[in-house]
């Protein structure tokens, strides 16, 4: 069946995963998705439709269309392949184009894996007054139902030999009996004839061959109707599957993907159809020069040539366990990109052949698909356009050394922001070991080489480590562990923004805090600039608030932020991002007491080397009678029940940790009735409570609040004396007390964090408002406990950065009075400096942002901004901020000048920016009409094609964002395209 994969993604705001640009191997064209109404009934009307070829000017902007669609640089879009067919219903005006795109020649490898699997091909549409607009289908576009009949003969699709509803079931007990057969009678033919030569060793290598074939081909049956996780009926979004993390790819992370039941592992999100034809080899016990092979269909025909295959493009004799590569017109060599790569099962008497293709889309979704009955040359053909071509690559036929065998050392536990220590020992008969590799399934810029290796997770989850093994034989073994990875709870949420796909570094950030009215207020940080906005969610006066940062199976398994509290009704509620990136409100099971502490626990334990496939949230409160209660999501179903910890009458006194290595034991810990510091922990069977011994006394209505050490926990209170304690635990249950440095105001809250020194070591902290009424901070250093004072000044502290990472900044959230402020630190150790906090969410004028990026374009966005009745503070000539407000979807960004116009559309003079993102390309597009809404991924262009009407351009662009509609009188003049020539400074 025809496909291709589209690698556009939905515009998933706050942290959620934007779609891997690169396009390896799933194969489905695309086609048109769901219509308005009125367009879907436009669509089925028995309209006149005409066809034509697209004009000069057609071309162009279906290339940029087809950049925009395919969320890559229009750089990258090359010579289009073959002529791009126009259809027009001259009733309506909307148009339909197929254009089929090749990579230019300056497009990096990279860049040029978006063009594979029949993603060059696409299908646009573009109604009267519109712009063309790539369309992305849950099918193939000769079989899109929205698609008019006429249309689809217009542009030539109808007719071709393709299954509108392709079966991606198990083959059958019989089929796979007779594929057995096949492969069987294919090993006896080449016995026969390489006997018949004369060629003893050559019978026995063909033998070995085809019976390593067969072991190919059943592999590769067993797999069909693996499906991705989550599930997804469109390449719109995550290819998530299991053999990318089991083949140890070079992925980008995990972030939106599942888990997979059949393998135990998390899925990775990478078009996997090479990963799967690799995996399979490898488990029918192909060794050699496996590292060779990678996600790139391409990799094949590599590995043949390095074993002395001289593949010739149409030529051949397939046989089961044969790799088949699928190109382009034109000379295959080792440089060319290939479309697809399947794997040969067996071969029928009428020549044709059965295959298993990984990452096909059909009528089950994206899958392992069985195709039979397949005629190459026709098959190729119809699939990915005439003159498709087919390369076969056979398995080794020579005696193979043996895979080194090898062994993971690592623990099944840890809790984000600690360190885990992992270890392999592997040995090769005969032979040495000359390479370790790591892969941690949180993103490729963390991979590492060593025998051994640590590693930090950020974030709750489980995560599938891989540690390849490769020997001076270039043979390699690939072995996966599992870690399920705890957190605790922080008003503070770091979250990846995936809109860079190869990138993990947190760009969006939030702090929640309770706004005005009772109202749920988050301030999101984008990397350069603060916003303060009001999400859904009604708190009720003096609730408790905590957040919890988890790979979420109810938002498409994207790492999103949770806040959780007591709602104005009384209920425990909680606000979340959901799967199509918006912030929603729910009401759970609970009832907290009124001014109950709220916390929260995210677990994802592993018994063993079975994994918790989902994310447990556990939220801790206290009901009307002082007891502990936990509401926990179990299976997508959300209980409460009391915990044996003994009730209270500081109902406001509440924290939760996990414990560092060896074991991630939970801990919550609350004042009994007379005052007294208790604990109950999980070890794993469940809660029990236990007493912590105190000489020391606490203050009566001490905040508590703890964190995670090396090996243990920290939960620090006030002492009756008025000093700032800490009970430290090394062993599960095993406290000591000690007071530590630390002026604490009286009735002054406590928040601990912990972050990593530079070593690597765990060093938790605890901050608190002093009595000099500034916010003050105690570290352990490793040694001992020091104090310190912080800039600014704060009668509470409202937050702190959870699990910092060497890397990323710590920032520590006070107020003082109605004022709001944020300290922040590079890096543990370093300076603090302070800034504010929006006090207020910002309205809609509030987002718009004007960038220049020369002191002229300058000078006319401030004159822009006044016009539209802006204050300067919405412009900025800085960079980092316009990136960063263009990726997080909070504002509406417009390019003054031809240096901001390039500088967002392509980065040509490689500066530096919040997502680490490569020099020379952004993941932005532009958008060439007036608007006055927030954009995610999108700037306005606010550069006329004639420069010196660049000023009313940007006059007209600010006014309609601020008011909705252009000047009286106004005409906008025609906009200038980006362009690729280095312009203007950095800030």
């Known amino acids: 069946m025809a496909r291709s994969h589209s690698a556009a993604p939905p515009q998933r705001e706050h942290g959620t995963r934007l779609a891997v640009a690169g396009s390896l191997c799933a194969a489905a064209l695309l086609g048109l998705g769901a219509l308005p109404p009125a367009q879907a009934a436009a669509a089925t009307a028995p309209h006149t439709v005409t066809a034509g070829t697209a004009s000069a000017a057609d071309r162009a902007a279906l290339a940029q269309a087809y950049a925009e669609g395919r969320h890559i640089p229009q750089s990258a879009v090359g010579a289009p392949r073959g002529a791009e067919q126009v259809a027009t219903d001259a009733a309506t005006g909307t148009q339909w184009a197929l254009a089929r795109f090749l990579p230019s020649a300056s497009a990096g490898s990279r860049l040029t894996v978006n063009f594979q699997d029949g993603a060059g091909q696409g299908l646009f549409q573009r109604v009267r007054g519109g712009d063309w607009k790539l369309i992305p289908t849950p099918t193939e576009a000769s079989c899109a139902a929205a698609v008019p009949a006429a249309v689809k003969t217009a542009l030539g699709l109808t007719g071709a030999a393709v299954d509108c509803a392709a079966s991606a079931a198990r083959p059958s007990a019989a089929v796979k009996a007779a594929a057995a057969s096949a492969a069987t009678s294919a090993a006896t033919r080449a016995a026969k004839t390489a006997a018949g030569s004369g060629a003893d060793s050559g019978a026995a290598g063909a ?14 049956l067993g797999q069909v109707g693996l499906a991705t996780t989550p599930a997804e009926t469109s390449f719109n979004g995550v290819d998530c599957d299991p053999f990318s993390t089991l083949d140890a790819a070079f992925s980008p992370n995990a972030d939106g993907c599942g888990p997979d039941a059949t393998h135990k592992v998390e899925n990775q999100n990478e078009e996997w ?132 065998t090898a062994t993971v050392v690592a623990p099944t536990t840890a809790v984000a ?88 570094e947190p760009v969006m950030q939030y702090a929640f805090a309770p706004g005005s009215g009772g109202t749920l207020a988050v301030d999101s940080w984008d990397g350069a600039a603060w916003l303060q906005q009001t999400e859904p969610g009604q708190l009720a006066d003096g609730s408790g608030l905590t957040g919890l940062t988890y790979s979420d199976g109810d938002s498409g398994y994207a790492t999103v ?8 009704g009384g209920t425990l509620g909680e606000t979340s991002i959901g799967a199509d990136g918006g912030w929603t409100s729910a009401a759970l099971p609970g009832t907290p007491a009124a001014h109950s502490a709220v916390a929260a626990l995210a677990a994802d334990p592993v018994s063993g080397l079975s994994p918790a496939l989902d994310v447990t949230p556990s939220v801790f409160f206290f009901d009307a009678s002082g007891r502990l209660n936990a509401s926990t999501e179990s299976g997508g179903a959300w209980s409460t029940a009391a915990l044996p910890a003994p009730a209270t009458a500081t109902p406001g006194s509440l924290a939760t940790a996990v414990s560092g290595s060896p074991l991630a034991v939970e801990y919550a810990f609350s004042l009994d009735h007379s005052g007294k510091l208790t604990a109950v922990m999980n070890p794993g069977g469940g809660w029990t409570s236990i007493p912590v011994p105190n000489k020391l006394g606490v203050l009566a209505g001490s905040q508590l609040s703890a964190a995670t050490t090396d090996s243990g926990v920290d939960v620090f209170f006030t002492d009756a004396a008025g000093k700032l304690a800490v009970a430290s635990a090394k062993a599960p249950g095993a406290f000591k007390v ?54 600014g000044s704060a009668d509470a502290i409202t937050g702190v950065s959870s699990n910092t990472v060497p890397g990323q900044p710590e920032q520590v959230f006070t107020a003082d009075g109605a004022a709001r402020n944020v300290d922040t630190a590079t890096a543990p150790g370093a300076a603090w400096t302070t800034g504010e906090l929006p006090n207020t969410p910002t309205a809609y004028p509030g987002t718009v942002l004007l960038y220049a990026a020369t002191p002229a374009d300058d000078a006319t966005a401030l004159a822009a901004a006044a016009f539209a009745g802006l204050p300067a503070s919405q412009t900025t000539t800085d960079f980092n901020t316009a990136w960063a407000a263009t990726l997080s979807g909070n504002y509406l960004v417009i390019a003054i000048g031809a240096a901001a116009n390039s500088a967002l559309y392509d980065n040509p003079c490689g500066w530096a920016n919040p997502s680490q993102d490569d020099p020379g390309s952004t993941p932005f597009y532009n958008v060439e009409r007036p608007l006055n809404l927030p954009l995610t991924n999108l700037f306005l262009v606010g550069e006329a094609a004639t420069a010196a009407q660049t000023p009313q351009v940007a006059d007209d662009m600010a006014y309609f964002a601020v008011h909705g509609a252009l000047p009286s009188g106004a005409t906008l003049p025609t906009l200038a395209y980006p362009g690729h020539t280095c312009l203007g400074t950095a800030s």
């Not at 085809?210 to 590769?220: E, N, P, W």
């Not at 070593?759 to 250093?781: N, Q």
């Open 273 to 404: 159809c090479s990963d799967f034809a690799k995996w399979a080899w490898a488990q029918a016990g192909v060794t050699a020069d496996m590292n060779t092979l990678n996600a790139g269909a391409s990799s094949f025909y590599t590995w043949a040539l390095d074993n002395g295959q001289t593949p010739v493009a149409d030529s051949g004799t397939p046989a089961p366990g044969d790799a088949v590569l699928f190109y382009s017109p034109g000379a295959v060599t080792a440089t060319r990109y290939a479309d697809h790569v399947g794997l040969v099962t067996s071969v029928n008497a009428d020549g044709t052949v059965n295959m298993v293709n990984g990452d096909f889309l059909g009528s089950a979704g994206i899958t392992v698909e069985y195709d039979q009955n397949l005629d190459l040359t026709p098959w190729a053909g119809a699939t990915w356009g005439a003159g498709e071509q087919w390369v076969l690559v056979t398995p080794p036929t020579a005696a193979q050394k043996p895979n080194p």
């Open 738 to 791: 000690a007071e530590i440095p630390g002026a604490v105001a009286a009735g002054g809250g406590l928040t601990a964090t912990n972050v990593l020194s530079a070593t690597g070591a765990v060093r938790d902290e605890v901050f608190y408002p002093t009595a000099s009424g500034a916010p003050g901070v105690t570290v352990w250093d490793g040694t001992s406990w020091q104090a310190s004072t912080l800039p």
């Open 561 to 568: 932020p949770h806040a959780y509290y007591r709602t104005a």
């Open 417 to 504: 922001g600690t360190t885990v220590n992992l270890s392999a020992v592997a040995a090769e008969p005969g032979g040495s070991i000359s390479q370790y590799y790591w892969t941690f399934n949180d993103g490729r810029n963390n991979n590492v080489t060593g025998q051994k290796a640590g590693h930090v997770f950020q974030r709750a989850g489980m995560y599938t480590v891989t540690m390849s093994a490769t020997s001076n034989f270039g043979t390699v073994t690939t072995k996966t562990w599992n870690i399920g990875v705890s957190a605790p709870s922080s008003t503070v949420s770091s979250a990846p923004n995936n809109s860079v796909w190869y990138t993990t």
């Open 207 to 220: 033998a070995a061959s085809a019976s390593l074939g067969a072991k190919v081909a059943s592999i590769a």
